[in-house]
């Protein structure tokens, strides 16, 4: 079982920056495609930053040239670097690896989350 687990989130000024970290169990970065999701109170999850294994990256619209994902597979860790927050990225930011093989099928795993608030 995977476990993964957020770290970095706290409250921040409009403009500053965060770096929220995702530590693995298991050697899953180089083989799970990684994500970065969020979810705002009274909305839904969505995602924010993603990893393939093949180091693709894709981004919302409303992070992008702000937020970096990258990855550490030494260390198991999954980074999102965020720049230029504003008051609307307030919300809890989850971890998610995921991949699908013919051996296990689908595989979901989420970290617990880890709180992000920029207010002033």
């Known amino acids: 079982q995977v476990q993964l687990v957020e770290s970095g989130g706290d409250l921040v000024q409009p403009g500053g920056s965060l770096r929220l970290s995702c530590a693995a169990s298991?050697?899953?970065?180089?083989?799970?495609?990684m994500g970065w999701y969020r979810q705002a109170p009274g909305k839904q999850r969505e995602l924010v930053a993603a990893?393939?294994?093949?180091?693709?990256?894709n981004y919302a619209d409303s992070v992008k040239g702000r937020f970096t994902i990258s990855r550490d597979n030494a260390k198991n860790t999954v980074d999102l670097q965020m720049n230029s927050l504003k008051p609307e990225d307030t919300a809890v930011y989850y971890c998610?690896?995921?991949?699908?093989?013919?051996?296990?099928?689908?595989?979901?795993?989420w970290g617990q989350g880890t709180q992000v608030t920029v207010s002033s």
């Open positions: 298991e050697s899953v970065v180089s083989m799970y495609d």
């Open positions: 990893i393939s294994p093949s180091g693709s990256t």
């Open positions: 998610n690896a995921k991949r699908w093989t013919f051996r296990f099928g689908a595989e979901d795993y």
